[in-house]
T-cell receptor
């Protein structure tokens, strides 16, 4: 089977850096993605890693280590608007299905 | 803007009723998905369709059915709703041209079954 694990909650202060980890077990691996969801709204795509290493997009970076079946999302210069749920997801070998983790609720405090 | 829309946005119904949730997209994507979200359980795949003639079950398809009426439309039906189908339902699309790891989600339908 396939499964992903990520912390259920993370709290940080405005301006700080926070890392959200994700470990996965899959029968085939076609990339690790990250999604953001505010207050039950539509999840939106943040980033994707197919190969080992760090991908940077503005204040957000995502890292992947395929040998460790592990990745993380790094959020820098936290802002109040970053308070949201963050989901990691792996793409199934079926060619397009995503399997999502249970989500990490990030609370940014002043 | 190309978009993914869902109707209705909110629905309250009674146990045993048949319910249809509709999804339309103007993105021109072939691949469409239905998910349900429950608190603490993330997004779970109900059904997915890679084109009009290709429909597949996801991890939690029992109690649900789907219809892909056209490339742009993918409907989810609950044949006889039960209270544990109370959840937030999302439709999503993807396309190989823009990367299969990026899915585009609709605004969701909040369904309550009494």
């Amino acid at each position: 089977g396939q499964s992903l694990e990520q912390p259920s909650e993370v709290t940080a202060v405005e301006g700080a850096i926070v890392q959200i980890n994700c470990t996965y077990q899959t029968s085939g691996f076609y990339g690790l993605s990250w999604y953001q969801q505010h207050d039950g709204g539509a999840p939106t795509f943040l980033s994707y890693n197919a190969l080992d290493g760090l991908e940077e997009t503005g204040r957000f970076s995502s890292f992947l280590s395929r040998s460790d079946s592990y990745g993380y999302l790094l959020l820098q210069e936290l802002q109040m608007k970053d308070s949201a749920s963050y989901f990691c997801a792996v793409r199934d070998r079926g060619g397009g299905k995503l399997i999502f983790g249970q989500g990490t609720e990030l609370s940014v405090k002043p | 803007d190309a978009d993914v829309t869902q109707t209705p946005r909110n629905r309250i119904t009674k146990t045993g009723k048949r319910i249809m949730l509709e999804c339309s997209q103007t993105k021109g994507h072939d691949r469409m998905y239905w998910y349900r979200q429950d608190p603490g359980l993330g997004l779970r795949l109900i059904y997915y369709s890679f084109d009009v003639k290709d429909i597949n079950k996801g991890e939690i398809s029992d109690g649900y059915s789907v219809s892909r009426q056209a490339q742009a439309k993918f409907s989810l039906s609950l044949e006889s709703a039960i209270p544990n189908q109370t959840a937030l339902y999302f439709c999503a699309t993807s396309d190989p041209g823009t990367g299969l790891n990026e899915q585009f989600f609709g605004p969701g339908t909040r369904l309550t079954v009494l």
